[in-house]
């Protein structure tokens, strides 16, 4: 039944939102602690294709397409599983937000040079360029971008946390009307 599938949809949709708004509510104190994280050597090629097997879904149920890369069928290296699921999460629920109907998002994680590359990018709305120098700082946009809804403006400040936890960065590339990629180095 489409209009029941379409319900179902939009109640799927609504629950991963409260989710990453509470998960964003109870991250929000670890933003402003330095707490130390306990990585462990461990293949991320399977942690990161799973959280894309389990978005797979609510992509496919907002008409996006979603892929995943990966030419490597594994690589061991130290990180918090936990946190590193949550940075994935919540750059998908932002790629999911603000790409519409009918377009695409993309997980490409790569090694070069001793680190790990994980990328999602997006054919959504964009950002505009004087917002990139402070999109991971919190509390910092007075301007909410479009389409609603909007989160707490916790989520990319998070990611970033999380990123310098395990000695990387995170870098958005943006333009607006094309789409978004963020990377985790």
Known sequence: ????????????????????????????????RNVEISQADQ??????????????????????????????SAHVCSFYRNLLEQLLFQLLSNAFKFTPEGGSVTVDLKFSGGQVLLSVTDTGCGISEELLPSLFDRYLHSDLMNPPPHGLGLGLPLCRKIAEQHGGNIMAESKVNEGTRITLS
């Open 1 to 32: 039944d489409p209009e029941l599938d379409k319900q179902a949809a939009l109640l799927d949709q609504s629950y991963y939102q409260l989710l990453r708004i509470v998960d964003n509510l109870t991250a929000a104190e670890y933003l402003s």
């Open 43 to 72: 293949d991320i090629v399977p942690v990161i294709s799973n959280v894309c097997d389990r978005a797979r879904s609510l992509a496919t149920l907002l008409k996006l397409r979603f892929t995943f890369s990966c030419q490597e």
